[in-house]
Nanobody, 122 residues
Framework: QVQLVESGGGLVQAGGSLRLSCAASGRTFSGFYMGWFRQAPGKEREFVAAKSWGGGLTYYSDSVKGRFTISRDNAKNTVYLEMNSLKPEDTAVYYC???????????????WGQGTQVTVSS
C-alpha cells in the first residue's frame, strides 16, 4: 500500500521559516516526480513545487519562487520543502504528491499524502 506521510507543519510568524518533509513508502518511486501542493480554506488546491527523480528538473509556482526550495533524498524516498520568508497568504494545508509525470493540475497526480497544516501569522 502506497503511503505518503507529511510532517513539519505548524504555526510561524510572517518572515519565518518551516521545513516540510514527506516520506513515501509502499512501492518503488524510481522515475517518479515528487511534488507539493497546497489548499487554503475556500480555495482550490494549487501547485507549489515539484522535482524530477534525478533532480535535474525543478518547478515552482510564481508565488513561491525565490522563497521555497524543494529537494529530495531518493535513498530515503523523502521529499522536502524548505519555506523561507513566509507570508500570511502561504497559510494552507500542504500536500505531498507523486506521479510519473509532471503537471500543475492536482488531478494529474496519482499518489497523495494526508496533508500538514501551515499557518503563518501576521
Amino acid at each position: 500500500q502506497v503511503q505518503l506521510v507529511e510532517s513539519g507543519g505548524g504555526l510561524v510568524q510572517a518572515g519565518g521559516s518551516l521545513r516540510l518533509s514527506c516520506a513515501a513508502s509502499g512501492r518503488t518511486f524510481s522515475g517518479f516526480y515528487m511534488g507539493w501542493f497546497r489548499q487554503a480554506p475556500g480555495k482550490e488546491r494549487e501547485f507549489v513545487a515539484a522535482k524530477s527523480w534525478g533532480g535535474g528538473l525543478t518547478y515552482y509556482s510564481d508565488s513561491v519562487k525565490g522563497r521555497f526550495t524543494i529537494s529530495r533524498d531518493n535513498a530515503k524516498n523523502t521529499v522536502y520543502l524548505e519555506m523561507n520568508s513566509l507570508k500570511p497568504e502561504d497559510t494552507a494545508v500542504y500536500y505531498c504528491a507523486a506521479d510519473r509525470s509532471m503537471g500543475r493540475v492536482p488531478g494529474s497526480w496519482s499518489y497523495w499524502g494526508q496533508g500538514t497544516q501551515v499557518t503563518v501569522s501576521s
